[in-house]
């Protein structure tokens, strides 16, 4: 069965802290991989990763990913108050298009 | 580009009454739409596949004849739950492909739809 794993569950930090979140995953048709932040309302899109080795930056957060390992790391650097949400992996699966979510990391940042 | 909205955005009714969610994909065209349920701290669970003019793909566990799929056009998706409970409560996003755009592989979500069945 398809499996998206997310560590830590949750995470407390203070602004201006690095996090680095993880996501494993055992999906058997591998197209892409996919990181959501969350707050109130629907996921609202932060990447997409297709190749390994590559990093996709924006801005203070950046992702990687490693096919050979099957992870990716989501990475905030000088975290803010308003980083403060559910980060969400997911892997899209190249047969469907399907997307199997992973049980989400949430992140608190205090001021 | 690639806006999806779903209507309503929230709703509260009787048990025993039947709900109907719709999600448009506004300025593309979408054949497949997927609806997603996302319980309080829970990650969202994939509920169905909906495609253009055809039958809906649920996924195992989700009873089909509870939560009606239709998708009678490329913009536009409806999920009726059937019969609603208290446990049906939750929060309900949708999302849909971009046949022809540039995230060819890209879902779009919608902003969600949150049922509370009283």
């Known amino acids: 069965e398809d499996k998206v794993v997310q560590s830590p569950l949750s995470l407390v930090v203070h602004e201006g802290d690095t996090v680095t979140l993880n996501c494993s995953y055992e999906?058997?048709?591998?197209?892409?991989l996919l990181w959501y932040k969350q707050e109130k309302k629907a996921p609202t899109f932060l990447f997409m990763l297709?190749?390994?080795?590559i990093e996709k930056k924006s801005g203070r957060l950046s992702s990687i990913l490693d096919k050979k390992e099957l992870f990716s790391i989501l990475n905030i650097t000088a975290t803010q108050t308003g980083d403060s949400a559910i980060y969400l992996c997911a892997v899209q699966d190249s047969g469907t298009y399907k997307y199997i979510f992973g049980t989400g990391t949430r992140l608190k940042v205090l001021a | 580009g690639a806006v999806v909205s779903q209507h309503p955005s929230w709703v509260i009714c009787k048990s025993g009454t039947s709900v109907k969610i719709e999600c448009r994909s506004l300025d593309f065209q979408a054949t497949t739409m997927f609806w997603y349920r996302q319980f309080p701290k829970q990650s969202l669970m994939l509920m169905a596949t909906?495609?253009?003019?055809?039958?809906?793909?649920?996924e195992q566990g989700v009873e089909k004849d509870k939560f009606l799929i239709n998708h009678a056009s490329l913009t536009l998706s409806t999920l009726t739950v059937t019969s609603a409970h208290p446990e049906d409560s939750s929060f309900y996003i949708c999302?849909?492909?971009?046949?022809?755009?540039?995230?060819?592989?890209?879902?779009?979500f919608g902003p969600g739809t949150r049922l509370t069945v009283l």
């Open positions: 999906v058997t048709n591998f197209r892409s």
């Open positions: 297709t190749s390994s080795g």
């Open positions: 999302s849909a492909r971009d046949l022809l755009g540039q995230g060819y592989n890209e879902q779009f």
């Open positions: 909906s495609n253009e003019g055809s039958k809906a793909t649920y």
